[in-house]
């Protein structure tokens, strides 16, 4: 059978299951699978594909249908221009934290700085940031190991291995290092809400970095308190955070000695990232 109406039958099984990028679905993964991309599938739809193919192909296709992401059946997704590779300890790379990649690096353009990434999961801010800031380090923690593997394979997929270190490690421990700059996309969920996520979410990308407790703060507070001690002078904290939860994460900043320098809007003006300075005055409020 040609790409064409290989992709015609999947794209409308997709369908018939209310999958609702049905026909960009049923051509990334066929072109994963043929090893081309996908505009070179498009642009040469007479082209038969194997028996083999169409076998793995159909694997593919049934895994989607049961809603399992994309980029966990290809194990990639593409962020910053680059293709990170993903498991499922790791969240897939959302197109809106790419808003946080801009800002930090109209901040930082042509200065040599030190990164932490906090809960970097497949390492895409850290590595990103480090492809736009030739001089820079840094380092990324996240609980997961899996996660924490996946991450050190990109780096070196990428040419980054020698300018970035990836770890294992629970924040609460963390105390090494001074930084320029820390960076995190925390999970800020509320617990509550994570039942009405959509199935691609709730069963298959990893819960605990989703989940961020009652309030969905947890893990913003803890990497807003750890960032006091681990930022250098005049170091900035970069915060991605959810819908609604500007105000509040404002207040907590504002609490903890951060003065707010900018924030990110999404292209519907919610605000999903802060990004904020440690004052050098401020003393531990009890």
Known sequence: MNLENTIKQASQKLKNYKIYSHELDAQIILADIVGIKREFLLANSEINISENMMKKYDIAIKRRTNKEPVAYIIGKKEFWSENFLV???????????????????????????NILDIGTGSGCILLSLLKELNHSRGTGIDISSRAIEMAITNSKRLNLFNRSRFKTFNLEKYSFGKYDLIVSNPPYILSKNIKNLSKDIINFEPRIALD?????????????????YLLKRNGILALEVGFGQYFQVSRLLKHYGFKEMSKVCDINRNVRCIISTKLDFFKLKK
Request: no cysteine; hydrophobic share 40%; proline share 5%.
């Open 212 to 228: 961020g407790g009652a309030d969905g703060l947890d893990l913003i507070k803890k990497v807003i308190y750890k960032s006091i």
């Open 87 to 113: 498991n499922k300890s790791t969240l897939v790379p959302r197109p809106e934290t790419e808003l946080l990649i801009y800002k930090i690096i109209g901040i930082f353009k042509h200065k040599k700085i």
